[in-house]
């Protein structure tokens, strides 16, 4: 009983030290980006944009899986760790040489000669990052989520100080990748300084053989899921006019708030949390459901008022240069309603150490995104993003079927547990709206009245349906008054 107080502790400590720390992450990198949004063109985000797939899959090559492998076993060893960090330095290096040769090539690919020193430069931060990954799986296999917090919160910030100053003296593009720069810099800095962890001089093919039996597949199934995601902006950046990429980037980063911020979260937390309970299916089903409550309490109603809002707080926070982003950000919000879920089903299959199933669910979710990817855009890029926004769905009913078989967690149990907030966020969401469109007021000041009579009815709506996530809040927040008394 002990260790269980002690896991759910640790779980909730971890919970609302990930929140801290990619709430604080987020908020750095939100309003450093409001900054850059007005200081730059779209056109400067789509060099980064059309970046952005070569950098993700080298960086899921250079991890190989393993990182994800240390945390699904139970004991790994010394030798385990100096083992990963060996094989992750020596991919960087080799993606690296890969990129930079490769450069002049992507540069004609979209026309933009800018792109070959841009990719060259920033590939260094492919190097430098694995110096980081052992020790971001230590201290998240450890659940010390403060340590990771502080750490991405101080690289965050290191990377706006400089992202700023170099926009507003004209360096576009370039201010980003040096942004991307320094940020890893600070970052791996402070995790050796945070972590008392060195690698000895060993490496062991054993110890890499069996990691990989678990961490290969998740290597292909990560390299599936980032293939899928950086498409979408590799067509939007290819076949649609210039500057679609970056409206479609600020869109993306506005929703990434929430919905990747909680997600980010959920995942970091629920993975190491599930996996110390791969031992015993009920309290694991246990965990699954109150967490899949607590979620969909939260997320369901931001979304709901995001879409609501979507176009005076774009033009708020951005600049009405921006406004075609809104329709792109509504889309997207869609989509990410029912995101974290499908992190949480996700999360009990490598939990589980069910690598094989998750790679093939991996590789048919994406096979069918990648399908409907190349359709929808056939009816230009709105076809595109609600073809994005469809998979999310097709994405849940796969993932839920098979956790289903794991569990006996299935479709219409996890339904039937998220009903109650989504109805809540949907009624609260219909009268908001319905306001919005008869008050003959500046749309700035609609949009404060609309949030606060937003607010005000999900609450009262939540207290009447007896909804279980805003009881798990109330006893959260009821203990951290106490134990600051």
Request: glycine share 6%.
């Amino acid at each position: 009983m002990k260790t269980e107080g002690n896991l759910k502790e640790k779980t909730v400590s971890g919970m609302m030290w990930g929140a801290v720390g990619k709430v604080g992450t987020l908020t750095i990198n939100f309003l450093s980006n409001l900054v850059l949004a007005r200081l730059l063109m779209p056109e400067d985000f789509d060099c980064i944009g059309m970046l952005a797939i070569f950098l993700a899959v080298s960086n899921i090559f250079i991890q190989g899986g393993l990182g994800t492998a240390l945390i699904q076993k139970k004991n790994p060893t010394k030798l385990d760790y100096s083992t990963v960090f060996y094989w992750n330095l020596v991919f960087a290096v080799v993606f690296y040489v890969i990129l930079f040769a490769i450069a002049p090539a992507v540069a004609r690919f979209y026309g933009l000669p800018i792109l070959q020193p841009m990719l060259r430069v920033q590939s260094s931060v492919l190097i430098i990052q694995s110096f980081a990954i052992v020790q971001i799986t230590q201290l998240q296999k450890r659940m010390d989520f403060r340590a990771l917090a502080i750490r991405n919160m101080a690289a965050a910030l290191a990377g706006t100080l400089i992202a700023i100053p170099m926009a507003f003296h004209g360096y576009g593009a370039w201010s980003l990748v040096a942004s991307a720069i320094l940020a890893a810099i600070v970052n791996v800095l402070l995790l050796w300084k945070m972590s008392d962890w060195r690698p000895s001089l060993e490496f062991s093919f054993a110890s890499l053989k069996q990691l990989f039996s678990f961490g290969g597949l998740m290597l292909l199934s990560s390299l599936a899921e980032t293939l899928y995601t950086n498409l979408q902006g590799l067509i939007i950046g290819k076949r649609f006019p210039a500057g679609n990429l970056g409206y479609y980037m600020q869109a993306k980063k506005l929703e990434e708030v929430p919905v990747t911020g909680l997600s980010s979260i959920v995942n970091d937390v629920t993975f190491p949390a599930f996996a110390k309970l791969q031992d015993d299916p009920d309290r694991l089903l246990e965990g699954m459901r109150k967490s899949t409550k607590a979620l969909s309490f939260v997320n369901f109603p931001m979304m709901i008022l995001l879409m609501i809002i979507a176009l005076p707080l774009i033009t708020l926070l951005y600049g009405a240069k921006w406004e075609t982003s809104a329709p792109y950000f509504q889309i997207l919000c869609i989509s990410g309603l029912i995101y974290t879920i499908n992190t949480l089903n996700t999360n009990v299959i490598k939990a589980l150490g069910k690598g094989k199933i998750y790679f093939a669910v991996q590789i048919i979710k994406r096979t069918i995104g990648i399908a409907l990817i190349f359709f929808g855009m056939r009816y230009g890029i709105y076809g595109l993003l609600w073809a994005v926004a469809s998979v999310s769905y097709i994405s849940f009913i796969i993932n839920a079927l098979v956790s289903k078989r794991l569990i006996n967690y299935g479709i219409f149990r996890q339904l039937w547990d998220v009903f109650p907030c989504l109805l809540a966020a949907a009624t609260a969401g219909v009268l908001a709206y319905l306001l919005g469109r008869v008050l003959p007021l500046n749309m700035y000041v609609v949009m404060l009245i609309q949030i606060v009579v937003y607010a005000v009815l999900y609450l009262l709506l939540a207290k009447l349906l007896k909804i279980e996530g805003l009881q798990t809040y109330t006893d959260i927040l009821t203990n951290l008054l106490h134990r600051k008394n």
